[in-house]
Every structure is written in C-alpha cells, then in structure tokens.
T-cell receptor, first 112, second 111 residues
Framework: GAGVSQSPSNKVTEKGKDVELRCDPI?????LYWYRQSLGQGLEFLIY????????KSGLPSDRFSAERTGGSVSTLTIQRTQQEDSAVYLC??????????FGPGTRLTVL | DQQVKQNSPSLSVQEGRISILNCDYT??????FLWYKKYPAEGPTFLIS?????DKNEDGRFTVFLNKSAKHLSLHIVPSQPGDSAVYFC??????????FGPGTRLSVLP
C-alpha cells in the first residue's frame, strides 16, 4: 500500500516569505507527527496529532510555526516569515495508535 | 536535557564483522524502544522494537538488547553489510506519550 507522502520534496524560499509543507499519512493511521532535522542534528519533534484530540504543539520552536490536520488525514505545516535558521529537512510520520512511526521522505527547506 | 543519548556520532566497521550501536536514556519510565535506519535523502525506516518486559529481540541480522537497570539499549548487526551504512536513531517512549529520538549514529560498513 501507499506510504507517507510529502510535498514538495524540495522548497527554496526567500527570507521573510511564508511556506506550506504538506503530508499525506498512511490511510487509517490515527497519529501524525512533524519533525525536523537540521544539518548534522537529530530529529527534533515539532507537533503531534492523535485522532480528534487537541494537538501536542510543545515542540514548535516559535509562533511562526503552525500546523493543521484536516479531516483526520492530510496535514499542512505552515512557517510564516521564514528565517535562515528554519532551513532543515521537515519529516512527517504517521502511526497506528502511537506505535511504530512510518516516515515520509521529507521536504528539504532552504531559506536564502 | 537530552533524554535519549547516542554518544557515538559515528562508527566504522569492516564488512562481515559485528556492528554495535549504543543508546542510553535517562527516563526510567520509558517502556518501549525503537531503532530506525535513515539513508540520505530518505525518511527514517523502522528497523526493530523492544518492550521493557523483554531484554532481547531478534530479527534476522538485527538484535536489540535492553538493560533496564543501566537504562541502556544496543543494536547489534551481524554480519554487517555495506548496505547497512546509514544513520541509526534510537527512540524511546513512555506509554501514552510521544517518542523521544536520539541524535543518531552514522554507521559506515567498509568493504
């Protein structure tokens, strides 16, 4: 079956612009996660959606970052007024009942 | 404060030998642990898991060992193959909470 997909695969933007990153989780998976990985760093948790519960936003680094998950499926991560330190690979993962997470290929964001 | 640590940023092993990747955690309430493998330009892929009720789980060439008293787990790959060259992340969680990932160890298997 289809895995987790993310789009775009690469995004280059100018400092100060807004970007939207999309994640299509595995059908039926109740949990969806966003992480980012900066160069040479590990996975940094950003936000977690579980079913209809309020999302866990504890990992969002600033109020420029927001995410939504529509209809319990597709999720969009929005970064407003991008800064150069936002450059990273943004990874989305989904899981069934919070167990093993299946990751998408990531979106590489470069802020010039 | 890093709850999950992988103190070796990199490791090199000869093909055919054993690779041992280590992971330490600080939260004694963690009860489920995973290892992921990540190739460049790809998302991490799940490799193997272990529950805190076990001390060993084996899947082919991959074995994960858990030492709860030491708050330590390790991943053994035997025999190592060049295709195993990747970054390996360990992750841990307490039931009902999110996984916490380590910073990763880059494994290079030399032919």
């Amino acid at each position: 079956g289809a895995g987790v997909s993310q789009s775009p695969s690469n995004k280059v933007t100018e400092k100060g612009k807004d970007v939207e990153l999309r994640c299509d989780p595995i059908s039926g998976h109740t949990a969806l996660y966003w992480y980012r990985q900066s160069l040479g760093q590990g996975l940094e948790f950003l936000i977690y959606f579980q079913g209809n519960s309020a999302p866990d936003k504890s990992g969002l680094p600033s109020d420029r970052f927001s995410a939504e998950r529509t209809g319990g499926s597709v999720s969009t991560l929005t970064i407003q007024r991008t800064q150069q330190e936002d450059s990273a690979v943004y990874l989305c993962a989904s899981s069934l009942y919070g167990n093993e997470q299946f990751f998408g290929p990531g979106t590489r964001l470069t802020v010039l | 404060d890093q709850q999950v640590k992988q103190n070796s940023p990199s490791l090199s092993v000869q093909e055919g030998r054993i690779s041992i990747l280590n992971c330490d955690y600080t939260n004694s309430m963690f009860d489920y642990f995973l290892w992921y493998k990540k190739y460049p330009a790809e998302g991490p892929t799940f490799l193997i898991s272990i529950s805190s009720i076990k001390d060993k789980n084996e899947d082919g060439r991959f074995t994960v060992f858990l030492n709860k008293s030491a708050k330590h787990l390790s991943l053994h790959i035997v025999p190592s193959q060049p295709g195993d060259s990747a970054v390996y992340f360990c992750a841990a969680r307490r039931t009902g909470q999110n996984f916490v990932f380590g910073p990763g160890t880059r494994l290079s298997v030399l032919p």
